[in-house]
Nanobody
């Protein structure tokens, strides 16, 4: 089993920044991927960003490209999501997910990840 835990959510004004953290523990994979998804009220869960742990290759949704940055801290087994220039439409519960590194076409697919955190709320006020 892999345990995943997010932190860093909160209230932020539009145009501001917020950084989310995701710590993974437990079972480790030789090739791991970690991703962020988000779900706004009444909407489906959407892909935000993902990273292949070994290679450092990153993937982004078009809606956040240029504003959000995903990175990893090897020493802490933690993935960070730096969110800049936040917009009210970024308001959502943000979920961190992890699993064995999927093929490229599945990196943005939530069904490719079996280990999920509880989510952290990010609210962007206008």
């Amino acid at each position: 089993q892999v345990q995943v835990e997010e932190s860093g959510g909160g209230l932020v004004q539009a145009g501001g920044s917020r950084r989310l953290s995701c710590a993974a523990s437990g079972r480790t994979f030789s090739r791991l991927a970690m991703a962020w998804f988000r779900q706004a009220p009444g909407k489906e869960r959407d892909f935000v960003a993902a990273i292949r742990w070994n290679e450092g290759t990153t993937y982004y949704a078009d809606s956040v490209k240029g504003r959000f940055t995903i990175s990893r801290d090897n020493a802490k087994n933690t993935v960070l999501l730096q969110m800049n220039t936040l917009k009210p439409e970024d308001t959502a519960v943000y979920y961190c997910a992890a699993d064995r590194s999927p093929i490229t076409s599945n990196m943005r697919n939530d069904r490719a990840y079996n280990y999920w955190g509880q989510g952290t709320q990010v609210t962007v006020s206008s």
